[in-house]
């Protein structure tokens, strides 16, 4: 782990904490919007309740004027503001002439013309006190009096204050809380694909395959931990084959590349005519060796990589068996092998001759290589629904079941001296042409003792 | 004899130049597409050489631009791409054989025989009999003499023969007779052509004086007749 300090800056600059403080934000803002709005309802709802109260107000002085005159209206008055405290109400009574006949309560109006319906009122600042707002009503009572009634909005206001602190204790409780959880999960996240990194980038520098993350829980992390290690042994695996197959070219063809040179160097030592004719003739038998390694390497490549033209014509699949059969009975006859065959004829398929020729041709190859003389080979075709099976079994040696998996891969012979002719190459250019014609190829003990390789190709 | 060699590699052209000059064959040598196509546009040559990756123009349309021309000059390809797709396409082309790269002089040599006999022939009446020797082979009947004495064939020892007695006296390689015999464009692992010509062989040879069918070491085989004196083709028996 990186110093504190310099791994929380760096935690700073993910992706997890970006997303956090994205989050936190956006949080946040909303919450504003959403008090904002009931800020300014609310306070609504509050002056229109005042306005209703300034209004029943107006109603009730008018009543209580006509009913007992302005003498029952000002006893009205005190006692109302009595009742309902001086500090937030302010009455003014003016006579026709515009001379103030009556003053109660604590607001201090401007001077204002009577006006209509309710309204918003500054209050001027006096002495020590700060100015406001309120709310306020003008009517007349009878033809004498204009009276001004007017109420504070103080209260309103320090109501909303007291909403809006509370909002901002609320944010940044919210703030607090929000970025803690989320540098707490972030920090999770975070450190699950630091894991990541740190494997990757010792992967990178120690080209050493064999490490995999750790998988804790059932997350996407442990999803993704999973599938990357799943990964990572694919690749494994596959590098290790790119070894082994070049381990194997180095042997197959450094083996022959050394004896020429040897042969010929000590050839180019004596000086005898005989013996280079001798040397070059042996070097040439090697030079065809590596040409075939070389040839067979070629066509695996192209047709495992799909680069191979192949051209599927309908074929006689029965045909072509014979054919075959024709050309390595003569062999097996004289290697006292005995050849039995089951071949249903006019078995058609879509096919290119020359590759399944090779295909059985490198199977017969194989099976008389390794059958010994007095041995059985058996060669049978049958329909199975949409495919066509073909087993060649035989009396031979066999294959031990830990190798059967093998025998297909390249340059893997079962004689471990490699002392019979051979590339290795064989049974691999078997399985991808059989492939390319999207058929398979597998092997199992056969009845008759040895190895059988069972094909199977699709008819179309 | 005068052969050209189209074949933009140096030293391989004048290996190849050299090495047809022991079998006693004169080469000229151009070394991209358009020199190949002016010279043989210019000069008469008794086989053209053409390999098919060139500088300027590809092998396979100079030999194209020289068919539609009407020259009729056996024509050998020699490519580095061995499957059977450019072989199709190079003899499409007009290309009268095809070997790939890298090939065994023998081979080649053998090859190039084999082309020269057929453009002898080339026009004259298909035949109905061959005979080599005392070996004589009627292609209608399908019956198969030696000094008079039938010799009972199976269809594929008729064909293998056939060949032979069409390439008397000329070295035949494995892989020419899997290609024309077999038509397998592949080479088994196994010797699996050697037995066949041995009962060949066993059937044509064993009872008579002196034998016909001839092993070329490290090379293939030869029918001669048999009064033909072997020259420097070793014998192998069997």
């Known amino acids: 782990m990186p110093p504190p300090l310099a791994s929380f800056l760096r935690f700073f600059r993910s992706t997890p904490a970006r997303l956090t403080v994205g989050f936190v934000s956006l949080f946040l803002v909303g919450t504003l919007l959403v008090f904002a709005y009931l800020s300014f309802q609310i306070k609504a709802a509050l002056i229109a309740q005042i306005d209703k109260a300034l209004l029943d107000q107006q109603s009730l002085l008018t009543v209580q004027y006509r009913d007992s005159g302005a003498a029952g209206l000002f006893r009205a008055i005190e006692s109302e503001l009595l009742s309902k405290g001086k500090r937030e109400r302010n009455y003014r009574i003016l006579d026709r002439n515009g001379r103030v006949v009556f003053e109660a309560g604590e607001l201090t ?8 319906g309710v309204q918003d009122m500054r209050i001027p600042p006096v002495g020590g006190e700060p100015g406001g707002h309120a709310r306020a009503v003008s009517f007349r009572l009878g033809d004498r009096y204009t009276v001004y009634l007017a109420h504070s909005t103080q209260s309103i206001d320090r109501t909303m ?11 940044v409780l919210i703030l607090l809380v929000g970025l803690g959880l989320g540098y707490w999960l972030g920090r999770r996240f975070w450190s699950q694909i630091e894991a990541f990194n740190q494997m990757a980038m010792k992967i990178v520098h120690s080209a050493n395959l064999s490490s995999r993350l750790p998988v804790s829980g059932d997350d996407e992390f442990a999803a993704l931990a999973t599938n990357m290690n799943a990964m990572l042994e694919r690749i494994e695996k596959l590098f290790q084959g790119i070894r082994q197959v070049s381990d194997n070219i180095a042997h197959d063809l450094r083996s022959p590349l050394t004896r020429l040179r040897a042969d010929v160097e000590v050839a180019l030592q004596q000086n005898d005519p005989a013996k280079y004719r001798e040397t070059l003739e042996r070097a040439l038998e090697e030079l065809q060796k590596m040409q075939e390694i070389f040839q067979s390497l070629l066509s695996l490549g192209q047709a495992e990589a799909g680069s191979l033209q192949i051209r599927k014509k309908p074929l006689d699949l029965s045909a072509l068996l014979e054919d075959v059969v024709e050309l390595y009975g003569p062999l097996m006859e004289e290697k006292e092998q005995t050849l039995t065959t089951r071949i249903p004829p006019g078995v058609t398929i879509s096919g290119d001759r020359q590759l399944l020729a090779q295909v059985f041709s490198n ?65 691999s250019l078997v399985k991808a042409f059989v492939e390319l014609h999207g058929g398979s190829v597998s092997v199992s003990d056969s009845r008759l003792g040895g190895a059988a390789f069972t094909i199977l190709l699709p008819v179309q | 004899m005068k052969f050209l060699i189209i074949e933009d590699d140096n030293s391989a052209a004048d ?17 991209d597409g358009e020199e190949g196509l002016d010279m043989a546009r210019k000069n008469d040559y008794d086989l053209w050489l053409i390999d098919v990756m060139l500088p300027k123009r590809d092998g396979l349309s100079v030999l194209k631009s020289l068919r539609d021309e009407g020259k009729q000059v056996p024509a050998l390809i020699l490519s580095a791409r061995g499957q059977v797709d450019d072989r199709v396409e190079g003899l499409r082309a007009g290309g009268d054989d095809y070997v790939v790269k890298p090939y065994a002089l023998n081979e080649l040599q053998a090859r190039i025989e084999a082309l020269l006999r057929r453009a002898k022939n080339y026009g004259k009446h298909p035949e109905t009999e061959l005979t080599v020797g005392d070996l004589h082979m009627d292609l209608l009947t399908r019956k198969v003499t030696r000094a008079g004495q039938e010799i009972y064939l199976k269809p594929r020892e008729f064909r293998l023969l056939e060949y032979f007695m069409r390439h008397a006296g000329q070295v035949v390689t494995r892989t020419m007779l899997l290609e024309n015999v077999w038509d397998y464009y592949f080479d088994p692992q196994t010797n699996v052509v050697d037995v066949h010509i041995s009962r060949l062989r066993y059937k044509i040879d064993k009872y008579f004086p002196k034998p016909m069918l001839h092993t070329v070491r490290g090379t293939g085989y030869v029918l001669r007749a048999a009064d033909d004196a072997p020259q420097e083709a070793g014998r192998n028996g069997e």
């Open chain 1, 109 to 116: 109006l401007p001077e204002v013309k009577p006006f209509k």
């Open chain 1, 161 to 171: 204050q007291g909403f809006w602190m509370a909002l901002i204790q609320a944010l």
């Open chain 1, 363 to 427: 199977l017969f190859d194989n099976a008389i290589k390794y059958v010994p003389a007095g041995g059985v080979i058996e060669l049978a075709m049958a329909r199975r629904g949409e495919r066509v099976e073909i087993v060649l079994a035989d009396s031979g040696p066999g294959i031990v079941p830990e190798m059967r998996s093998k025998v297909f891969d390249r340059f893997v012979r079962l004689d471990p001296s490699r002392t019979l002719p051979g590339t290795g190459l064989g049974l």
């Open chain 2, 15 to 31: 290996f190849l130049r050299q090495g047809l000059g022991n079998f006693g064959y004169e080469a000229d040598v151009a070394h």
